[in-house]
C-alpha cells in the first residue's frame, strides 16, 4: 500500500483557505465590536444632553442641535453596525464551508493512515508467521531424525 496520503496537496489547500476564511471572520469580529462600542458612545453622548432650567434661546438652540446630532450619528452608526454583523455573518458561512471542506479530507487521511497501518500489522504478521513455520519445521526434522537415531 502507498504510505504517502494522495491528497495531501488539496488537504494543505484546504487547510490554507480555512485558515484565510477564520482570519477573515475574525476580522469582521472585530470590525464588529468596534462598530458596536461607536454606537454606544453615540447613545452616551445622546444621554448626556441634558437641558438644564433656566436656559436661554441661544443655550436651547445649541442643546437642540447638539441633540439632532448625537440622533443622527447613532442612525449612522447603527447602519454601520447592522452591515457590520451581515459581514460577520458572510464570513462565518464562508469559513464553516472551508471547515467542511477540510474535515472531508481530514477524515479520508485517517482512514488512509488507518489502513496504512493495518497494512504494515499484516505484512509484520505474515512475516512472523513464515518464522514460527520455518522454526516449527525445523523442529520438527529435528525431532524426526532423533527418532531415526534411536531405531538404527
Same mark, same amino acid.
Given at each position: 500500500m502507498n504510505r504517502a496520503f494522495r491528497l495531501q496537496g488539496l488537504l494543505n489547500l484546504r487547510q490554507l483557505?480555512?485558515?484565510? !476564511?477564520?482570519?477573515?471572520l475574525a476580522e469582521a469580529n472585530a470590525d464588529l465590536t468596534q462598530r458596536e462600542?461607536?454606537?454606544? *458612545? =453615540? @447613545?452616551?453622548?445622546? !444621554? =448626556?444632553?441634558?437641558i438644564e432650567d433656566g436656559t436661554?434661546?441661544?443655550?436651547?438652540?445649541?442643546?437642540?442641535?447638539?441633540? %439632532?446630532?448625537?440622533?443622527?450619528?447613532?442612525? %449612522?452608526?447603527?447602519?454601520?453596525?447592522?452591515?457590520? &454583523?451581515? #459581514? #460577520?455573518?458572510?464570513?462565518? !458561512?464562508d469559513w464553516s464551508g472551508a471547515r467542511r471542506k477540510t474535515a472531508t479530507l481530514e477524515k479520508l487521511e485517517d482512514r488512509h493512515i488507518q489502513a496504512v497501518v493495518a497494512d504494515e500489522l499484516? @505484512?509484520?504478521? &505474515? %512475516?512472523?508467521?513464515?518464522?514460527?513455520?520455518?522454526? +516449527?519445521?525445523?523442529?520438527? *526434522?529435528?525431532? +524426526?531424525?532423533?527418532?531415526?537415531?534411536?531405531k538404527a
Open positions: 483557505q480555512e485558515d484565510q !476564511a477564520a482570519g477573515r462600542r461607536q454606537l454606544q *458612545r =453615540s @447613545k452616551e453622548r445622546l !444621554a =448626556s444632553c441634558a436661554d434661546g441661544q443655550s436651547l438652540a445649541t442643546h437642540v442641535a447638539m441633540r %439632532v446630532s448625537a440622533q443622527l450619528a447613532i442612525e %449612522v452608526n447603527e447602519q454601520r453596525r447592522i452591515e457590520a &454583523a451581515r #459581514v #460577520v455573518y458572510a464570513r462565518q !458561512a499484516n @505484512k509484520e504478521q &505474515a %512475516v512472523l508467521d513464515e518464522i514460527a513455520t520455518q522454526r +516449527g519445521a525445523a523442529s520438527l *526434522r529435528a525431532a +524426526g531424525s532423533e527418532g531415526q537415531g534411536g
